[in-house]
């Protein structure tokens, strides 16, 4: 952890970044793209990797990772493990990584009701079937937290977090600070 | 043996119940069993007429019901089979029996048959462990279970024979008493305590209590709270009225000395009753009966009858003016938790078995808010010795802290289970060799919430200084894994929590999740980390004693024996805290696929 | 009786070294608020008979722990209150909790006046940390006014109290055992609707997290007024400490 701030901190190359939504709404990556004019000094010390704002499929080598979202299917523990294999600080940002959140509301609805009502039941859907496609991701029973399918280092609070926590945060990981969570920004929501 | 009814005028039927036990509040409880043995669950319909004829809040009624384990609140069948879960049933193969059980009847665990006639599920402890596998059917225990005894009950539920006329030799339960000392050897005269203490003359009571201080007698239930001080503290707490209790819900798994007192000392105890009853002045006292044992409470009812045509309860005990005291037998119905004192009162006034806060203890507060003390079923045996004996003769034996003997439970891995009473200060070692067990590794001393000694520490003692316990010794032999009996321990305590305080309440539940997914070979070291944690968040932040215990088996396992889980640990640092894989069944059976990408590592 | 300055001083604790007298009857946590020393506590509420489930509260007096708002206050307690080892074990209370229920702050119409989340802010609980357990809860919604959602239930029995003991209507209990316990309403049929409970009642004022919500109330207090917004947790119930004294009864 402290060698992997320290990698990050290191001033000879830019320090590399990927990020992802999972099962979140982009909310938390529409945040970070809010720390407006300050995105021209964060592109100055970072460079980006796999993220929804590069057409870069697989996250590479990087020395953070950032994860929205939580685990809803396959595919995102997929996305998870290759972020959490190549990334040396993992950061899940947002309550939907954190806790489940929103998402998880389904989680106390049987799945096999879940495809039913979308789509068997829902209007229009008569004469459909479940669809069985390889490449639609397989839903999991329920949405999981970030936090209990990889080891995650630090969560950043907020549904989203505002983009001055994310802004403070990160300048304090690029430069290789331990990252001050202050309780007076701390919120759930 | 009662019958569940099929049909028959229930409104009426309740109205009995509630009639015959005065419709009086504290005797919820009772009134919630007998309903339960007459419909065989306890109904939405049947609790709002309770609370009518009780005069009580509804939700009180129901919030009652539905604390104890043996009183469903939807329908368990006209014959419910429940197989003990004690960790020596296991051994004995309790779970590969109920697998056959519920294959010969079409039987889901857990679930009521369609035609509503059976259900079999787990419970707790049965206090059988020397004779297991056992169970309850319809309340009633069922020892030395095999595939023989199954397949015969599964055809007598077949041929819907009624549990009153099953074979009895199903039933039978014995004391398997295998070493007897100062209390088990002696031959008993019923009225003699009685008559010693008052052959002392008007200082008696006193001379008694001085008897008792001069014994140096602990509590026989676990936390050895000295006698003489307990009965003293509620001597002198003023009340309207005293209650002396004697404690038979003997929940600790593997323990079970008090059933054979119960079945063949009650005199000793119920007159170690009547002595208290005389040195604190209560004029009633209880014995709370666990349901598990509620077969002997018939038993145990003559008995009373003939002490009370004997003049040993009743009016004018022994022929002493004023001197007036009786014992009402309470059952329980399955809730661990009512073994501790303040929650076993509670149970008595027919609410949720909850741990009071305290202080104030109920030496000075308790029944009814009046001076009470509650002890065990030994405690009181213990106590007509005394009476008879003196206090000196009962000291005489022993250690330093811990005066007079003990009677074991002994169970698990050795050739002659039963009852053994001990001088206090006995080492491990010599009981395991009285016992035949020749191949001893570990024993869990004092149940569950006790301590779990590894072979290097056979040289430890039985008291109240070293090894404390109420009376459970369960020996598990070279081979055993210790990791499935702690899994069986935290199960427990995840399933007798009482659900009052978070630390308890999550906790047992969170260490039950986290020893699962270590038995599953997907533990790593940060797991072990996070069972110290919760084990200290239990010890140190849990409102009664079962929480702060709840950990013990986990932390001790941890401690002494690395091998039991060591090897299953992964070797990465963390795992997911669930089976991926697993986590995708549901949705491949739904969608019917089994393509490389419906499938995911356990690592992702 | 309550912490009015009439009550008579019986003697004097510490608390952090702090000295702080105390009444005849007066429990650990009644003089701190008093005193105007925060401890912890979310099924506290000074204006009920105290309860002690959600050990929070939890303070180390003379070495041993204690559960402040049922022990009683007696003279020379050395309790130690706000230290660390006492706050990480109350956060870990505060994240069991959040794990044992489905706490979804961002669709909870109590987020920002929700103590247990306040709770979460004041202890700096960054992550569950706990695996969820994501159990199946009821939401009824028959009451005309009021609506219950039993997934945010922390089982504090404030609620059960107040009816109890305030409005003399018991309309709320808890039955089950272990993490099964669980809220109920005094009706055959399981529905607050088919209760007598008002929204005026004081039941329904008091849960302190989104439990028990009052029907179109919901949202009206906008973003960065709420309670919470404005306050932190110690300065709220240090504040109702204040006003209603340890009057309980």
Redesign the interface.
């Known amino acids: 952890m402290n060698e992997a701030r320290a990698a990050a901190a290191g001033v000879s190359r830019k320090i590399r970044i990927a990020t992802c939504s999972l099962a979140g709404c982009f909310g938390c990556h529409t945040s970070l793209l809010d720390i407006d004019e300050r995105l021209i000094d964060l592109l100055g010390m970072v460079e980006f990797d796999r993220t929804p704002f590069t057409d870069i499929k697989h996250c590479g080598p990087c020395d953070i990772g950032i994860v929205e979202g939580g685990v809803s299917n396959a595919e995102n523990a997929r996305v998870l493990g290759e972020f959490r294999k190549n990334c040396k600080v993992l950061v ?1 940002i947002g ?1 939907c990584a ?5 998402p ?2 389904r ?2 609805i049987s799945l096999w009701d879940c495809f039913q009502e979308i789509y068997l039941y829902e209007a229009g859907a008569e004469g459909r079937q479940i669809p069985n496609d390889p490449e639609l991701p397989l839903p999991f029973d ?1 949405v ?2 970030v ?2 399918v990889v080891k ?1 280092d ?2 950043l ?1 907020g ?1 989203p977090p505002s983009p001055d926590v994310i802004w403070k945060f990160l300048v304090d990981l690029i430069q290789g600070r331990e990252p001050e ?1 202050d ?1 007076e920004s ?4 | 043996m009662s019958e569940v009814h099929d049909s028959g005028d229930i409104g009426q039927s309740l109205a009995y119940i509630c009639e015959k036990h005065d419709r009086e509040p504290r005797r919820l409880l009772q009134i919630l069993i007998d309903v339960q043995e007459s419909c065989g669950f306890v109904s ?2 049947a ?2 007429v309770i609370a009518q004829s009780l005069g009580l ?4 009624v ?2 009652a ?5 043996f009183l469903p609140l939807a329908p368990a069948g006209r014959y419910r089979v429940l197989f003990s879960d004690d960790v020596t049933d296991r051994m004995l193969g309790s779970q590969e029996l109920m697998r056959h059980f519920c294959n010969r009847l079409w039987l889901e665990p857990g679930k009521v048959s369609e035609d509503q006639a059976a259900s079999a599920d787990f419970t707790s402890c049965t206090g059988m462990c020397d004779q297991g596998p056992a169970g309850l059917v319809n309340g009633w225990p069922v020892t030395r279970l095999n595939r023989e005894r199954i397949d015969l009950i599964a055809d007598l539920i077949l041929d819907r024979v009624p549990v009153s006329h099953w074979p009895p030799m199903l039933f039978q339960v014995d004391d398997n008493i295998r070493r007897t000392g100062m209390l088990l050897g002696e031959a008993f005269e019923p009225g003699s305590a009685i008559r010693a203490l008052r052959a002392r003359g008007p200082g008696g009571p006193e001379a008694m209590m001085a008897e008792l201080k001069t014994s140096r007698l602990r509590g026989r239930g676990g936390a050895g709270y000295s006698t003489a001080d307990k009965w003293a503290h509620c001597r002198e707490s003023p009340g309207t009225a005293r209650y002396i209790v004697c404690n038979a819900d003997e929940g600790e798994p593997g323990t079970f000395k008090d059933r054979v007192l119960l079945n063949s000392y009650a005199d000793l105890v119920f007159e170690g009753m009547t002595v208290g009853a005389r040195l604190m002045g209560c004029a009633k006292g209880f014995l709370y009966l666990r349901g598990e044992y509620r077969y002997l409470r018939e038993k145990l009812e003559r008995i009373l009858a003939r002490r009370r045509g004997e003049g040993l309860l009743g009016t004018g005990i022994a022929g002493e003016a004023g001197f007036d005291f009786d014992i009402e037998i309470h059952l329980g119905a399955g ?1 661990y938790i009512c073994g501790e004192e303040s929650a076993l009162i509670e149970s008595l006034e027919g609410r ?1 078995g909850r741990p009071r ?1 305290r ?1 104030p203890f109920p030496a000075a507060h308790g029944y009814l808010d009046q001076p009470t003390v509650v002890n065990n079923v030994e405690t009181l045996a213990f106590v007509s010795m005394i009476a008879l004996d003196g206090g000196k003769h009962f000291a005489g034996t022993g250690t330093g802290e811990s005066s007079g003997s003990k009677i074991l439970s002994i169970s698990g891995d050795c050739a002659r289970p039963g009852i053994y009473e001990y001088p206090f200060g006995t080492p491990v070692q010599e009981i395991l060799d009285d016992c035949g067990a020749e191949e001893a590794y570990a024993v869990q001393v004092g149940g569950p919430s006790g301590v779990l000694v590894s072979w290097k520490e056979f040289g430890r003692r039985i008291s109240f200084e070293d090894l404390p316990t109420a009376g459970a010794f369960t020996i598990f032999g070279r081979g055993r894994d210790i990791l499935q009996a702690v899994q069986n321990y935290v199960h427990f305590f ?10 308890c ?6 260490q039950k ?1 986290i020893v699962e997914k270590i038995a599953g070979g997907h533990g790593t070291a940060s797991d072990l980390e996070e069972l110290k ?1 919760l084990g ?2 239990m010890r ?4 009664c004693g079962l929480g702060h215990t709840a950990p013990n088996a986990v932390l001790d396992m941890l401690e002494k024996f690395p091998g039991a889980y060591e090897q299953k640990l992964g070797s990465l640092s963390f795992e997911p ?2 089976d991926l894989d697993a986590a995708l069944e549901t949705a491949r059976r739904i969608t019917g696929r089994d393509d490389p990408w419906a499938h995911l590592p356990r690592q992702p | 009786m309550g912490a009015s300055a009439a009550a008579a001083i019986a003697g004097t604790i510490t608390i952090d070294g702090k000295t702080v007298p105390f009444a005849e009857g007066q429990t650990i946590m009644d003089a701190a608020l008093a005193a105007g020393v925060y401890i912890p506590h979310l099924c506290h509420n000074p204006e009920f008979k ?1 309860h ?5 509260c ?1 303070v180390s007096v003379n070495g041993r ?1 204690m ?1 402040a708002c ?3 206050a007696s003279a020379n307690m050395v309790v130690a209150n706000d230290v660390p080892e006492l706050n990480e ?1 109350r956060k ?2 505060v994240q ?5 229920g ?7 119409e109590a ?2 006046n929700c103590q247990l ?1 306040a709770a ?3 202890l ?5 940390h ?8 009821r939401v009824d919604a028959s009451h005309p006014d009021i609506f219950l959602d039993l997934n945010r239930c ?2 504090c029995e404030l609620c059960v109290r107040a009816s ?1 003991d305030i409005d003399g209507k ?12 669980h809220l ?5 049929s ?1 529905r607050l609707g088919d209760t007598n409970m008002a929204v005026t009642d004081k039941a329904a004022q008091v849960c302190p997290t989104g439990a028990i919500l009052i029907k179109r109330k919901g949202y009206t207090i906008p ?1 960065g007024q709420r309670t919470f917004d404005r306050q932190t947790l110690s300065q709220f119930q240090l504040e109702r400490g204040k006003r209603t004294g340890s009057g309980h009864e």
Do not use: W
């Open positions: 899940a309550p954190i806790t489940g959140n929103v998880a509301l989680n106390d329920k999981y937290p936090g209990e995650v630090y969560f609070n549904c969570l309780r701390l919120r759930y929501d | 939405s319909e609790i709002t809040p509804r939700v009180q129901e919030g019901a539905g604390f104890y384990s809730a949720r806060n202080p995840a399933h007798e929590s009482c659900g009052f305080c978070t630390p309440r999550v906790g047992t539940q969170l999740k944690h200290h968040l140190t932040m849990s409102h805290a669930f | 105290p002690g489930s959600c050990k929070l939890v722990n559960t049922t022990m009683p074990d870990a209370l069991m909790l959040f794990v044992e489905n706490h979804i702050c961002p669709a909870c987020s920002g989340q979460g802010y004041h700096g609980m960054q992550d569950p706990f695996t969820h357990f994501y159990p199946p809860r922390i089982l109890r018991n309309v709320f209990g808890i039955s089950g055992r272990g993490m099964g316990a109920i309403v005094n009706s055959e399981g973003i």
